[in-house]
């Protein structure tokens, strides 16, 4: 797979091969997506900052990434699209004249 429209594709295969879909409401992609991103947090819980299984990184990321993807394309959205417009967004709120190495919010800088 080479690019992004081939790995919604084959996620919704994979979904739909299962007859899943019927699960796959805009409710439950979103819970999913917090369960699967607690599980993320979780290999991280008790341990240094970058003390992690770089293997179950892997597996719980892509978790989170499938349910994102799912959840996107349920509604039509371009992922691609949406991201270049938060990062945009992102550099507005945060200039870096203001932000440059400091983890201020926006609202106090």
């Known amino acids: 797979m080479k690019n992004l429209e ?5 996620l ?6 299962r007859e899943w879909a019927q699960f796959h409401n805009s409710k439950d992609l979103a819970l999913s997506i917090s369960v699967e991103a607690a599980e993320l ?3 991280f819980q008790w341990k240094g900052n970058e003390d992690v299984e770089l293997d ?5 990321l892509a978790d989170v990434i ?3 993807l799912l959840l996107a394309d349920k509604h039509d959205l371009d992922v691609i699209q949406i991201l270049q417009n938060k ?3 992102n550099g507005e709120k945060y ?10 919010k926006y609202t106090n800088l």
């Open 41 to 43: 947090l979780e290999l």
């Open 87 to 89: 990062i945009k967004s």
């Open 56 to 60: 179950r990184l892997k597996d719980e």
């Open 12 to 17: 919704k295969q994979f979904r739909d091969d």
């Open 95 to 104: 200039p870096v004249e203001k932000a440059k190495g400091t983890a201020t």
């Open 66 to 68: 499938a349910y994102c």
């Open 6 to 10: 081939d790995i919604i594709t084959a």
